[in-house]
């Protein structure tokens, strides 16, 4: 390093985060190695947090930040040359230069940001079940609900779609007599019962559990457009990685939520992206603020795909930074993980506390120049202690450092200058407006009108527009189209050649409108082509 290198700052391959008896660099080929960033309330954690982004962005690095309470939203504006941050600055050799950087402002509530949605089916059953607080038994009943939806090829894109999934899925009870018309989603509920004992009671519970989700926003969060990852890994047009901030403040309200959400971006990242090895830096870099509620009373289940993800996802050149109060909120298996720590003060009031001081002190490389544990107690306001993982991947002994100052505005910007970032943003538009596409909740209620059972309505009233008269015409050659009942071996010939037949020339089509309007919405009108105009027919 040069004397030139320590006016500038940061430099090709490190990111210069703070300066004490030696100066601390964050190397951006390690940088995926994840990192802890810990602390008490007011000792400095979001502009250590701010610093850090500001060096991922600057070097070309997208990154992503939940900001719970707004102080991070100050990024996106110029820097205020104040007394104290001219003071730092000049006490750490550096030359102050104000700056901004390229932001984009996600809200799952659609209220301070882009809205952020997913679709239940992408979410899954193990990360629904946690959101939903579910024990295993009806785990164990959601997963037969995903099962059958494959199966039936209903999709699954919003909370009604789930919600009448599990209606369907309720066995029938009662005794019927022999004139008893059968439901009209016997199919579904029959092939629930194969994978297991579905009860009606367990299904209402899991019903209530998703009013209680419903009743804290996770309506908004379920639909389309589903959020596609790749719109984080940005640059602008000064090759800066952009900053995307995730609104957190009242979502921070519905914790599991939240919690759940993260994990979720994660997984999807982890799933998404191809192995990339080791990189001259990250492709993407991750903070995960109050990341203690990512941990709590999480089952072991969870736990293994969180410890897989954290352990996996640095090969795809994506690195994780857990922000909390104390190390001990992560859990040894994942806190083993992080290789890049940066410890501010910890309070010692109570027994409980000084024992979370002395493991905190524990996690660093020792410095036989200080006395971590009682340091840690004494650090300032903007002091740290960190320890970096040097050019062999090992960490560096932990020293006590000045945090430098963050060239952007420190703090929450006004409401009209977030309106302002937000009406020039580069996806404005995208995800904005929600859309309700046909999925599995309109499909259910077809079949129950009789809107999709063709060859239960009377001969020549099928409907559904040229498809509908083809089914018919077919239905009527072959004699398919009568009520249900016993065939002759005639009917059952022609029933397997309608259904080859029709398979191929509708299958066709519906592939061809999936690929022409692309995405979800494709797929969902492909298949309700097969099971609407034609589905009666198929299903004989």
């Known amino acids: 390093m040069t004397a030139q290198d320590s006016k500038l700052g940061d430099t090709d391959d490190k990111i210069f985060v703070g300066k004490g008896d030696e100066q601390a660099w964050l190397t951006l080929a390690l940088a995926n190695r994840h990192g802890l960033v810990t602390g008490a309330t007011g000792t400095g954690k979001t502009v250590t947090l701010q610093v850090m982004a500001e060096g991922f962005a600057r070097a070309g690095v997208p990154v992503f930040a939940s900001d719970i309470k707004g102080d991070l939203s100050g990024i996106c504006e110029i820097g205020v040359p104040a007394d104290f941050i001219l003071k730092r600055a000049s006490e750490m050799g550096l030359t102050f230069q104000p700056d901004q950087f390229s932001t984009v402002f996600w809200d799952v509530f659609g209220e301070q940001g882009h809205p952020v949605r997913a679709t239940v089916t992408e979410m899954g059953p193990l990360l629904l079940a946690r959101m939903l607080d579910l024990n295993d038994v009806q785990e164990g009943v959601l997963n037969v609900a995903f099962r059958v939806a494959d199966d039936a090829g209903l999709t699954l894109i919003d909370m009604k779609d789930l919600r009448a999934l599990l209606d369907a899925i309720v066995p029938d009870t009662g005794k019927k007599g022999a004139d008893a018309q059968e439901s009209p989603l016997a ?9 297991g004992n579905v009860t009606r009671a367990t299904v209402g519970t899991i019903q209530r559990q998703l009013l209680v989700l419903e009743n804290q926003g996770g309506t908004k969060f379920f639909g389309e457009p589903a959020l596609t990852l790749k719109d984080f890994m940005k640059t602008d047009r000064e090759g800066r990685g952009m900053v995307n901030i995730l609104v957190a403040d009242k979502l921070l309200q519905s914790p599991r ?11 999807e990242l982890f799933e998404e992206l191809p192995e990339a090895g080791d990189l001259p830096k990250p492709k993407l870099v991750f903070f995960f603020d109050e990341a203690h509620l990512l941990f709590n009373d999480a089952p072991k289940a969870l736990m293994d795909k969180i410890e897989q993800v954290v352990r996996l996802i640095r090969s795809k050149g994506v690195g994780v930074y857990f922000v909390t109060q104390n190390p001990v909120d992560v859990p040894d298996r994942v806190l083993g993980q992080l290789g890049n720590r940066v410890q501010h003060a910890l309070r010692a009031f109570t027994p409980r506390d000084q024992k979370a001081v002395a493991a905190a002190a524990q996690t660093f490389r020792p410095n036989p120049k200080l006395d971590t544990a009682k340091v840690i107690m004494e650090l300032g306001k903007g002091e740290a202690l960190v320890s970096f993982l040097e050019g062999n991947g090992t960490p560096a002994m932990v020293e006590r450092v000045m945090i430098r100052p963050p060239s952007a505005r420190i703090g929450p910007i006004t409401p009209d200058e977030r309106k302002a970032i937000m009406a020039a943003s580069p996806l404005k538009g995208k995800y904005d407006t929600a859309v309700d596409a046909e999925s599995a909740y309109e499909i259910i209620q077809k079949r129950i009108a009789g809107t999709a059972a063709t060859a239960d309505g009377p001969a020549g009233a099928s409907g ?8 018919s015409i077919v239905g009527t050659i072959f004699g398919t189209n009568l009520k ?15 259904r080859s037949v029709t398979n191929q020339v509708i299958g066709g089509m519906a592939a061809n409108i999936g690929k022409s309007v692309g995405g979800q919405l494709g797929g969902s009108i492909g298949r309700t082509l097969v099971r609407g105009a034609l589905g009666g027919l198929l299903r004989r």
Not at 187 to 195: E, H, L, R
Not at 484 to 498: E, F, K, M
């Open 187 to 195: 199919d579904v509920k029959k092939a629930a019962q194969g994978f």
């Open 257 to 267: 939520l939240y919690a759940t959400f993260l994990l979720w971006m994660l997984s």
């Open 464 to 471: 559904g527009g040229i498809l509908g008269q083809i089914g």
């Open 484 to 498: 249900r009942g016993r065939l002759s071996a005639g009917q059952v010939i022609a029933r397997d050649v309608t």
